[in-house]
């Protein structure tokens, strides 16, 4: 068994490297031949003759041997990445589904309200999927969000996380730099006035992958009843197993990039009463 | 385990901005007082901390709750925020407008 193995990989490394050593001698060959100065035309006719073989097998052996062929082989990698590419977008498709759904169980599924799916990659959320009804909340927005923003950063730290924001627009941008991390003149970019906010830690057997989040512009709509329920819920189970094990595959994920952003530690003031 | 056995940790902004000639520092220091006063009757609130924030008119409140179901906290802390108000203004006899701008509760 082994010694047909053997002969396999002796095949394969012969008809991967036949036409490339051929060239190679074909050339180190041709070389010598350029010594032999004013004999080469007759002591030396054998090297030339030698050298011309050499060349000659290299094509035959490219021609013959190395199949697929490099243009087979690009077109054959331009079709996996786009079958890949059309599988990612299914998994995102599934997700948004699920998302939809528990949206629905939830209560906070009106035209104020979204509902979105963070995994935790390299020291930042990336988002996985998003639904709403309202098709101007439904933007993937930045697509990624350091560790210790929102939310989802408050959620990621204490595994839920309920908020409530300002009313007025201008109180709104300014707590949002102020208090949850955004960096000076993000907050006014974003699209949805979020009043209140849920937000849950996905975890699976005692490991943490994300988090989710339902927003509403309407003020305690997303409240600690919206995670009750989705503790509730058979779906939400399903989304966490999900999120854990296809996340990497989805096309947000596979394209994040690297950032280095930590939460920071909050001083202590809380006196025992 | 359930919501009974969790402690959460409650952060309320009292916006007071709407009282142009306030002290914040002074009113802190009130409420804290007040505040210690109301917390005697809620076995459930375990902690809490009182942050003024001069530059934005607001003083910002902690409350760790124990043994209570996090869907009753809002709640509580609503009655003890307005209780602890009404202390101040019985007591100075000058009634000072809180906004509630903003909260957040996790668990600790």
């Known amino acids: 068994m082994r010694v047909a193995e053997s002969l396999v990989w002796l095949w394969r490394a012969c008809k991967g490297w036949a036409s490339q050593t051929a060239a190679t001698l074909a050339t180190v060959v041709a070389l010598i031949w350029g010594g032999f100065g004013a004999t080469q035309w007759t002591e030396g006719i054998w090297v030339f003759w030698t050298a011309v073989i050499l060349g000659f097998l290299s ?16 077109r054959r990698e331009e079709k996996a990445g786009q079958e ?38 390299d020291k930042q959320f990336v988002m996985l999927a998003r639904w709403s009804q ?7 927005g930045r697509g990624t969000y ?5 939310a989802i950063g408050d959620a ?39 009043q209140s906010i849920a937000a849950q830690r996905i975890a699976i057997n005692g490991a943490a992958a994300g988090v989710i989040v339902f927003e509403s512009t309407i003020k305690q709509r997303a409240s600690q009843d919206t995670l009750d329920a989705l503790d509730d819920s058979k779906l939400y189970a399903a989304l966490c197993e999900l999120v854990a094990t296809v996340a990497m595959l989805t096309p947000r994920v596979q394209e994040a990039a690297r950032e280095d952003a930590q939460s920071e530690p909050r001083p202590n003031l809380w006196r025992e009463v | 385990m359930s919501d009974m056995d969790k ?27 007040s505040l210690q006063q109301v917390l005697k009757e809620y076995g459930a609130i375990t902690a809490y901390f009182v942050a003024p924030q001069e530059a934005e008119a607001e003083i910002e409140v902690g409350l ?17 925020l307005k209780k602890s108000m009404d202390r101040i203004a019985s007591s100075s006899g000058s009634v000072f407008e809180a906004t509630r701008e903003e909260s957040t509760l996790i668990p600790a």
């Open chain 1, 59 to 74: 094509l035959v052996f490219q021609i013959a041997l190395q199949r697929p062929t490099y243009m087979d082989l690009s």
């Open chain 1, 84 to 121: 890949s590419a059309d599988k990612s977008e299914a998994i995102e498709r599934s997700l948004t589904v699920l998302i939809r759904y528990l949206a629905d169980h939830c209560s906070l599924a009106a035209n104020s309200d979204r509902v979105s799916v963070y995994y935790h990659h």
């Open chain 1, 134 to 140: 309202n098709p101007n909340f439904n933007s993937p």
């Open chain 1, 146 to 150: 350091p560790v210790g923003q929102g």
């Open chain 1, 156 to 194: 990621w730290d204490a595994s839920s996380a309920v908020a409530e924001l300002p009313g007025s627009r201008a109180r709104w941008n300014q707590s949002l730099e102020k208090n949850h991390g955004f960096p000076q003149g993000t907050a006014a970019t974003i699209t949805m006035h979020s």
């Open chain 2, 7 to 33: 402690r959460f940790e409650l952060t309320v902004s009292l916006s007071f901005a709407d009282n142009p000639n306030l002290r914040v520092l002074q009113l802190a220091h009130q409420l804290e007082e």
């Open chain 2, 64 to 80: 760790r709750f124990e043994g209570i179901g996090a869907k009753y906290i809002r709640e509580m802390a609503d009655e003890v």
